[in-house]
């Protein structure tokens, strides 16, 4: 089964096309890694899976991407609920500044969840989830921004996870961390993904092939390759790509 | 060799007199400073020393909770003005503060620059328009509407002046609120976003809860502007020493002293009770710029 199955993407930021003819299907329930130098468009890519884009002005999209077979670009789409379910992690942690517990039953309350204990239960079972309950459970009501930042991106992911999305987009979201905490997250990815779809972008080439199990490739606007994470990084049947992964650029 | 120590004393000399109009330039900026220090001290003085004899001659009780305002029969209760400034300055700010903050979340976040600037700009013109400019607009145009629309004998009231203080407080309030919505980070309004909160949802949950401390400082500054305000609700309130009602003519706080101190004669009781209004006056306002400071310094951590 395939979460996402996307046909001919263009998209354009003005008269700059950051995305030519994507075409790919993601796979449910594994770690899918977007891999390129700056600017190649995995972010520009990954942000059109929950349509954060449509936040950007003077974008344009072309081509379909089906979300469970459904087109999420379709007219009658809730933004709202598409989000709901494809979840996302920002490159810098961002909490609320609120409590953790409120941060995390934030997702929650929007969507109409008010019951007390609900949200308790809720809200524990997502810090479990993001193996962050141990270290905050003595200190749920203090602030988030007190947290360390290894810390801050984990509550963000359990803030993502209390909305029980289908799919998780982390986009750089260890880039800003030390190895420790980096390790963490890793980790908490290879876990995660028995219940969830992950598609990560990185810049970190050694990190998708410690937690991938797929990996694309993207170059300049284009999908260059999209393998099994061994076949692209070890036999790889791009020449850029090839190039690429022994680094050669980038 | 002599013109070299010649130029060495010149030097010397010069250096003399730069550091003499350096110190000239010094003490005459501390001057200066000293001189804001000098006026508040010198008012808070002159205001205590003089407001404190009518308080203690009419009693404090009977001073501040006596409901009669009269003058001629030696009757000096300020109740009525108190209520009626608090009233007044809590009513501008119930109707002030929704239409304040939504004004600023539209120019924060949903104006396009070209609505932002045309908006911005009235919003400082109203902050720049006298009182007294206030006062006549309200007293041709929204009293005799307030009469009409409620059947008053005259539309002379709390409520008109309540309208005309929302009005004179709203561009403090959405200029401090809608700088501290500006400076609220993208990233916290994309993280709701992502979650799957709508744009309204967001800015009213994690903005304005960002924002919090300057909403607190915007609602200060309109309670201080508010409280201080003399000429445009004495035109409008209709000026009569009655307990505080929306449809009856009200004196403020302020408007008490500026209506009555042109007559009270000089060393009588009357006038020393004005002094001591103008004291409970200052007392609100310090009040309120320590609660503001306080604030800030919060904010600041």
Redesign the interface.
């Known amino acids: 089964m395939n979460s996402f199955e996307i046909d001919r993407l263009n998209l354009w930021y003005g008269s700059h096309q950051a995305l030519r003819d994507v075409s790919i299907d993601i796979p449910e329930h594994q770690v899918t890694a977007l891999i390129g130098p700056s600017g190649c468009g995995k972010s520009t890519f990954l942000k059109t899976l929950?349509r954060?884009q449509d936040?950007v002005e003077g974008v344009r999209i072309e081509g379909r991407v089906l979300f469970y077979g459904k087109d999420i670009y379709a007219p009658k789409v809730d933004?709202?609920?598409?989000?709901?379910q494809v979840?996302?992690v920002?490159q810098?942690a961002?909490?609320?500044?609120?409590s953790i517990y409120d941060n995390v039953a934030?997702?929650p309350r929007?969507?109409g969840i008010r019951n007390r204990e609900a949200l308790d239960a809720l809200v524990e079972e997502s810090l479990k989830d993001a193996a962050l309950w141990d270290e905050v459970k003595d200190r749920l009501k203090k602030s988030a921004l007190g947290l360390s930042g290894g810390q801050q991106q984990r509550l963000?992911i359990a803030?993502?996870l209390a909305?029980k999305p289908e799919v998780l987009l982390l986009d750089e979201s260890t880039s800003a961390l030390d190895p420790m905490s980096t390790g963490q997250i890793e980790e908490l990815v290879g876990e995660l993904k028995q219940d969830y779809t992950v598609i990560m972008v990185t810049h970190n080439m050694q990190q998708a092939v410690r937690v991938s199990d797929c990996a694309a490739f993207f170059l300049l606007g284009d999908l260059v390759e999209f393998s099994p994470t061994d076949a692209l990084f070890n036999n790889p049947k791009d020449q850029r790509t090839a190039d690429y992964v022994s680094g050669r650029f980038g | 060799m002599r013109r070299a120590s010649l130029y060495a004393k010149e030097r010397t000399y010069m250096k003399a007199n730069k550091s003499f109009i350096e110190a000239v330039f010094h003490g005459t900026f501390f001057a200066c400073g000293m001189l804001s220090i000098a006026f508040v001290l010198g008012i808070t003085t002159y205001l205590v020393w003089t407001g404190i004899p009518a308080i203690a001659e009419v009693g404090v009780v009977d001073f501040f909770l006596g409901r009669v305002w009269n003058p001629s029969s030696d009757q000096f209760g300020i109740l009525p003005f108190i209520l009626t400034s608090v009233y007044g300055t809590l009513g501008a700010l119930a109707l002030g503060l929704p239409l304040g903050l939504f004004t600023a979340l539209y120019l924060s976040k949903y104006a396009r620059p070209n609505a932002k600037r045309v908006i911005s700009s009235a919003v400082a013109l109203l902050a720049g328009i006298p009182s007294v400019v206030y006062g006549l607009v309200g007293m041709i145009v929204l009293v005799p509407m307030v009469q009409l629309a409620f059947g008053l004998s005259s539309g002379a009231t709390l409520l008109a002046a309540i309208v005309v203080l929302t009005i004179m407080i709203l561009p403090y309030i959405v200029n401090v609120s809608s700088t501290a919505l500006e400076a609220v980070p993208r990233d916290y309004e994309e993280g709701s976003l992502a979650l799957g909160a709508t744009k309204t949802e967001t800015y009213f949950k994690v903005s304005l809860h960002a924002a919090r401390s300057g909403v607190a400082a915007a609602i200060i500054q309109g309670v201080g502007r508010a409280l201080g305000e003399a000429m445009a609700i004495i035109m409008v309130a209709g000026n009569v020493a009655n307990m505080p009602h929306f449809f009856t003519s009200v004196r403020f706080l302020t408007t008490a002293i500026v209506s009555e101190m042109s007559y009270a004669s000089y060393g009588s009781l009357h006038r020393q009770a004005l002094f001591s209004i103008g004291l409970v006056l200052f007392a609100f306002i310090v009040l309120v710029n320590v609660i503001l400071n306080v604030i800030a310094r919060r904010r600041e951590q």
Do not use: Q
């Not at chain 1, 933004?79 to 709901?84: E, G, I, M, N, Y």
């Not at chain 1, 961002?94 to 609120?98: E, H, I």
């Open positions: 929950n954060m936040l933004v709202t609920t598409l989000r709901s979840g996302m920002f810098k961002n909490p609320f500044p609120m934030y997702g929007i969507h963000c803030r993502a909305v």
